[in-house]
């Protein structure tokens, strides 16, 4: 009856795992936890009572999830949020309890991804935010409270036809990247952006 680990948990290549249960009551980890290269993992349900992670939460490379149900209870990440070649996932609306990320946000090569709702509580700042390779992704819609950052990078998403979502997005700390996004039709999502200081690039949107 584990509810609380004081260092990492890390799950990788369980290529017969299906399933978390055993991890029903875990509440708290103190450092990074991650969740990768489980082929035949079912979905986070056993996750249901995990409420705060003080490090990263990665998610990468499981075949079979759909949805973050399990992380509905889920509030805080202290380091960061890699979500990495999910192929099958189709929903993050479970993170929608998440109000801090201190670092990083990264959502990256999920085939089926629709949107991002689901991040909308996270606080303010984000110092490294990369919205990479994501085929069915048509808007930034849940990155609204996102207000500074260090880098962006929001690049080959086939899909992406507005920058709605960074709306509130006032400062950009060093570089910000456009890039090779085909169906963008506009700009329109960054008309609060005040300042960039280092590079803003935007490329091959066409």
Request: proline share 2%; charged share 15%.
């Amino acid at each position: 009856k584990i509810t609380s680990v004081q260092d990492r948990v890390v799950l990788i290549d369980l290529p017969s795992l299906t399933s978390l249960t055993g991890l029903d009551n875990l509440i708290s980890v103190g450092f990074d936890f991650e969740i990768s290269s489980i082929t035949k993992l079912e979905n986070l349900k056993p996750l249901s009572n995990l409420i705060r992670i003080d490090g990263l939460l990665r998610i990468a490379d499981n075949g079979l999830i759909t949805s973050l149900a399990g992380l509905e209870k889920l509030n805080s990440i202290g380091t960061g949020l890699q979500i990495m070649s999910n192929p099958n996932l189709k929903s993050i609306n479970e993170l929608k309890n998440v109000r801090s990320i201190n670092h990083y946000l990264e959502i990256s090569d999920n085939a089926i991804l629709e949107s991002l709702s689901g991040l909308e509580q996270i606080q303010g700042n984000a110092k490294y935010l990369r919205i990479i390779n994501n085929a069915s992704i048509k808007s930034l819609n849940g990155l609204s409270s996102i207000l500074n950052a260090e880098f962006i990078e929001i690049s080959d998403n086939i899909a992406l036809s507005s920058l709605d979502g960074l709306n509130n997005l006032n400062t950009v700390n060093q570089h910000f990247t456009i890039n090779n996004n085909p169906s963008l039709l506009s700009l329109n999502g960054i008309n609060n952006l005040m300042l960039v200081k280092r590079s803003l690039i935007i490329s091959n949107n066409v």
